[in-house]
Nanobody, 124 residues
Framework: QVQLVESGGGLVQAGGSLRLSCAASGRTFSTYAVGWFRQAPGKEREFVAACNWSGSNTYYADSVKGRLTISRDNAKNTVYLQMDSLKPEDTAVYYC?????????????????WGRGTQVTVSS
């Protein structure tokens, strides 16, 4: 079973940047696609970005295209989410997820393993 731990969240002003990390345990992590989701208070969990096992293929939610970038370093068992030009509406708890086989899906139900999340707060 893969274990995921997110880090790198914090408080940043609008227009600023953060880089989130998702560290994984488990030797098979490098074979899985990985996704990032976020959940704001009172809202449903929503898809942000995903990459395939090598990081060579990615897709994003329209709301973050051009501002957020997903990447991974399988030698370090880590996936990243570079967040630039942040907006107050990006404020949420960010989660990474894996055990995912339905490439192209944006549904949380298609991801079988989750971290506990890291808080990102963007002030105006």
């Amino acid at each position: 079973q893969v274990q995921l731990v997110e880090s790198g969240g914090g408080l940043v002003q609008a227009g600023g940047s953060l880089r989130l990390s998702c560290a994984a345990s488990g030797r098979t992590f490098s074979t899985y696609a990985v996704g990032w989701f976020r959940q704001a208070p009172g809202k449903e969990r929503e898809f942000v970005a995903a990459c395939n096992w090598s990081g060579s293929n990615t897709y994003y939610a329209d709301s973050v295209k051009g501002r957020l970038t997903i990447s991974r370093d399988n030698a370090k068992n880590t996936v990243y989410l570079q967040m630039d030009s942040l907006k107050p509406e990006d404020t949420a708890v960010y989660y990474c997820a894996t055990n995912f086989y339905n490439w192209g899906s944006t549904s949380p139900a298609d991801f079988g393993a989750w971290g506990r999340g890291t808080q990102v707060t963007v002030s105006s």
